[in-house]
């Protein structure tokens, strides 16, 4: 093979071409303004460059956390600043705030938000998926009842290690709306094999409506409620909350206190 030391490919590309054909095309977007404004301000050449690489790392960090919202199948998309923290009769905003800083992910523990409908589960647990995602994070988001039917759809194509395999490959899995249908023996036995695939490998957050005391009901197997609800809560965070529910024309009784 030629030697191509003797021929510099690069000698005739701007700088701006280079940054190109190193995929840094934001960069190369703003080289003239900001080479501009380095000039203006007599700036050292590393300043222009410091510039240039953040601007660029931002860009990219802001690209992988769209695309990671778009893959987590969140909603709504929510954030904890969006949040009322006055509106609950009660709620343990030391615990949120706790759980916002993602140790539990690091972790590899979870998040139980219990609480009567309307006041807030959903969107709490959503903007934890939000902050993942920022972070980097693999998240997804599904409905208890959609996380079994697939399930179930996956068992009778005779598929269901692959889809157990896929549901515990999510560094974070957020499961909404667990106690709003209750499941037979083989829909417990099948979200059963989900916690289990995740306990102490990855992050799970559920919402539910119902105190763990009465999940027994929920799953019509008092074996697989256990089970499910001790791996959940095992060296995790538990957010209780009270009070009425902020949606119009929906009751807001809080599950009971023995949760």
Same mark, same amino acid.
């Given at each position: 093979?030629?030697?191509?030391?003797?021929?510099?490919?690069?000698? =005739?590309? &701007?700088?701006?071409?280079?940054?190109?054909?190193?995929?840094? $095309? *934001?960069?190369?977007?703003?080289?003239?303004?900001?080479?501009?404004?380095?000039?203006?301000? #007599?700036?050292?050449?590393?300043?222009?460059?410091?510039?240039?690489?953040?601007?660029?790392?931002?860009?990219?960090?802001?690209?992988?956390?769209?695309?990671?919202?778009?893959?987590?199948?969140?909603?709504?998309?929510?954030?904890?600043?969006?949040?009322?923290?006055?509106?609950?009769? &009660?709620?343990?905003?030391?615990?949120?705030?706790?759980?916002? =800083?993602?140790?539990? +992910?690091?972790?590899? =523990?979870?998040? +139980?938000?219990? !609480?009567?409908? /309307?006041? /807030?589960?959903? *969107?709490?647990?959503?903007?934890?998926?939000?902050?993942?995602?920022?972070? /980097?994070?693999?998240?997804?988001?599904?409905?208890?009842?959609?996380?079994?039917?697939?399930?179930? %759809?996956?068992?009778?194509? $005779?598929?269901?290690?692959?889809?157990?395999?896929?549901?515990?490959?999510?560094?974070?899995?957020?499961?909404?709306?667990? !106690?709003?249908?209750?499941?037979?023996?083989? /829909? %417990?036995?099948?979200?059963?094999? +989900?916690?289990?695939?995740?306990?102490?490998?990855?992050? =799970?957050?559920?919402?539910? $409506?119902?105190?763990?005391?009465?999940?027994? #009901?929920?799953?019509?197997? %008092?074996?697989?409620?256990?089970?499910? %609800?001790?791996?959940?809560?095992?060296?995790?965070?538990? +957010?209780?909350?009270?009070?009425?529910?902020?949606?119009? !024309?929906?009751?807001?009784?809080?599950?009971?206190?023995?949760?």
């Amino acid at each position: 093979m030629p030697s191509l030391e003797s021929h510099d490919l690069t000698a =005739t590309l &701007s700088l701006a071409d280079v940054l190109r054909a190193l995929d840094l $095309n *934001h960069a190369a977007e703003s080289l003239d303004a900001a080479a501009q404004k380095a000039i203006a301000r #007599n700036e050292p050449p590393i300043s222009l460059l410091d510039h240039l690489m953040r601007e660029q790392l931002r860009f990219h960090m802001e690209s992988r956390a769209r695309q990671a919202l778009k893959r987590s199948a969140i909603f709504p998309l929510t954030t904890l600043d969006a949040y009322d923290f006055d509106y609950p009769k &009660s709620i343990d905003r030391d615990v949120v705030e706790r759980a916002a =800083t993602l140790d539990f +992910v690091r972790e590899r =523990t979870n998040v +139980v938000f219990v !609480g009567p409908s /309307g006041v /807030g589960k959903t *969107h709490l647990a959503n903007a934890l998926g939000y902050l993942a995602c920022v972070e /980097g994070y693999r998240v997804r988001f599904a409905l208890a009842a959609d996380l079994v039917n697939d399930l179930v %759809a996956s068992q009778s194509r $005779n598929t269901l290690s692959k889809r157990l395999t896929a549901w515990a490959a999510y560094d974070l899995l957020l499961i909404d709306e667990l !106690g709003y249908l209750s499941f037979d023996s083989r /829909g %417990a036995d099948l979200l059963y094999q +989900v916690i289990n695939k995740r306990y102490m490998r990855a992050s =799970t957050v559920v919402t539910t $409506n119902l105190a763990f005391k009465d999940w027994g #009901n929920l799953f019509h197997n %008092a074996a697989a409620a256990t089970a499910i %609800a001790d791996r959940l809560v095992h060296k995790g965070l538990l +957010v209780r909350i009270t009070g009425k529910s902020s949606r119009p !024309g929906v009751a807001g009784d809080s599950p009971d206190e023995a949760a």
